[in-house]
């Protein structure tokens, strides 16, 4: 059995993630062409679009574990979700490094109010906040019905945000992230695909480890309310037969007595 | 290529930081994994209390 | 089971006299949001120019501000002494109980807005018109600002942490209606277009969050 969360369908991922990383990076940096009006600074597209449909992947999983918990007390799709929401979190705040970078080369700023970017911040948070929610309430069934209850909101709350703003913004002159210019080159769009690929299997190699981790957890959780059970009956078992022990010791102590005092064994045992 | 650093930089914080959080990820499975005790390690070992 | 109605009457009532009882909105909660506006003064711009073109902005970060504070002691009200077994066991429809305590912040919210509506009055100098949109909006944001908050208190109630987990959860929750109903009283206050379907906005999520709200009470009700 395995010492780790490792199998053989991870190790085939993993290899996968890093072969095609040695060659999407090349791809990515020098053999795809400059965008007309941005330059070099279109490359951040096969990083940040990537990490911004894992985010919404990530969003998706915990929706459906949610759903699936609450209406199927499923273990499996509630692991999945805290999976799911933990590595989310970290996907969107590629996206908003990512995309703060881009931005700082294309309008000047690292940060501006359109729709993608402020319902991406407002997500992290909202993912952030279901970990800790999760990392907060002991009780395990709790923890799994408290934060299915949020991760439903998730969902509906990223599409309302996004359009909220959008239209606020609408108000204002828009500024959009993406590459500019006439047609995208061909070699672009297979990068950018190529980049989306891989960065889907490496969001599947984590939701697999961490499922797996999540899953141990878990178990010692669940398995240490047992141990804990089993060890306060042990002591019960203890104190009983302590209480008979000196009570046979004060009868050797007394005087001879008119009558013999019949005494039967406890009954039942652990 | 323009601006190389601050496009290298963003790449390297994105795979750097994927590549941190596996790392915590495997490291916390493998210390996990020693608690447990055989046969109740993979979800497909015990039975779904669905 | 009491139906959904009596049950949330008879929690409005409750959580109404609770309140009255031991008079924290009155007493903490309303000299709190007139402080919070006097910082915002101090913190801005003594000519007033600045505090009378971001009134709506102001007003409603208060109101959301003091939301958080309210939501928390709606959810404390049984947690505080160990009476939400009772409340589960009453036999109240758990989303007639989560409706009533609802309709009790947003009781507690309208005073407090009330008040704050004429501190920006008399604090910022910034006249206030357009009353049908004006009233309708505001209505609407509190409504959806008190279900959210309510949610958001069972959720976080009775750990640890939850008392700062929840404006966390709940605050980027409700942006759409800070968005919303910044846009609704600047739309009314200024006279310009556009502030209706901002008050749609706040209509549509008070109408989720009231939705999510009843459909979960029951079962965070049992998990608590």
Not at chain 1, 154 to 162: D, E, T
Not at chain 3, 76 to 95: H, V, Y
Request: glycine share 10%; hydrophobic share 55%.
């Amino acid at each position: 059995m395995d010492s780790t969360t490792g199998s053989k369908a991870t190790r085939l991922m993993g290899i996968f993630v890093l072969l095609g990383t040695a060659l999407a990076l090349p791809m990515a940096l020098a053999w795809t062409g400059r965008d007309v009006t941005q330059g070099d600074a279109v490359r951040f597209i096969y990083l940040h679009v990537p990490a911004a449909w894992t985010m919404y992947l990530s969003v998706f999983a915990v929706f459906i574990g949610s759903v699936m918990w609450l209406r199927r007390r499923s273990v499996f799709w509630d692991m999945v979700a805290e999976a799911a929401s933990e590595i989310g979190v970290v996907f969107a705040l590629l996206v908003l490094v990512t995309g703060a970078l881009w931005g700082n080369l294309t309008w000047g700023t690292y940060w501006e109010w359109d729709a993608r970017m402020t319902s991406t911040a407002v997500l992290t948070i909202l993912l952030a906040g279901h970990v800790a929610l999760r990392q907060a309430t002991p009780d395990v069934d709790g923890r799994a019905t408290r934060s299915a209850w949020l991760g439903l909101a998730l969902l509906p709350n990223a599409i309302i945000v996004h359009y909220a703003v959008d239209w606020w913004r609408g108000l204002h002159q828009e500024a959009t992230i993406g590459p500019t210019g006439a047609e995208i080159q061909d070699l672009q769009l297979f990068t950018w695909m190529f980049s989306a690929v891989i960065m889907t299997t490496a969001w599947a190699w984590l939701m697999t480890h961490r499922f797996r981790v999540g899953f141990l957890a878990r178990q010692l959780d669940v398995g240490g309310v047992s141990t804990a059970l089993a060890e306060r009956r042990a002591e019960a078992d203890r104190t009983w037969v302590d209480q008979v022990d000196r009570a046979d010791d004060l009868d050797a102590a007394t005087p001879v007595q008119a009558t013999p005092v019949h005494r039967s064994a406890p009954e039942g045992g652990a | 290529m323009e601006h190389a650093a601050q496009i290298l930089t963003g790449y390297g914080i994105a795979l750097g930081g994927l590549a941190l959080l596996g790392a915590r990820i495997v490291q916390r499975g493998r210390s996990l994994t020693k608690q447990v005790p055989e046969g109740q390690r993979r979800w497909m070992d015990v039975d779904d209390d669905d | 089971m009491i139906s959904v109605l009596r049950s949330a009457s008879l929690v409005l009532r409750k959580d109404l006299l609770a309140e009255w009882r031991s008079r924290v909105v009155v007493g903490q909660i309303l000299p709190f949001s007139i402080v919070l506006l006097l910082v915002f003064g101090f913190a801005l711009d003594p000519d007033r120019q600045v505090l009378e073109a971001a009134t709506p902005g102001l007003f409603w970060i208060t109101v959301l501000l003091v939301s958080m504070i309210a939501a928390q002691r709606s959810a404390a009200i049984e947690a505080g002494d160990g009476a939400t077994d009772g409340l589960r066991l009453s036999g109240l429809d758990p989303a007639g109980i989560f409706i009533g305590k609802t309709l009790a912040v947003v009781v507690q919210l309208v005073l407090l807005e009330v008040v704050l509506a004429l501190g920006v009055t008399v604090l910022f100098g910034r006249e206030l018109g357009g009353w049908l949109l004006l009233v309708t909006a505001t209505g609407l944001a509190t409504i959806a600002i008190a279900a959210a908050g309510t949610l958001g208190g069972t959720l976080t109630q009775g750990l640890a942490a939850g008392q700062t987990l929840l404006p966390v959860l709940v605050l980027p929750a409700l942006v759409p209606v800070l968005l919303g109903a910044t846009q609704a009283w600047e739309a009314a206050l200024s006279g310009q277009d556009g502030g209706w379907g901002w008050a749609g906005m706040c209509g549509v999520v008070a109408v989720l969050a009231l939705l999510l709200g009843a459909a979960s009470y029951g079962s965070l009700l049992d998990e608590g």
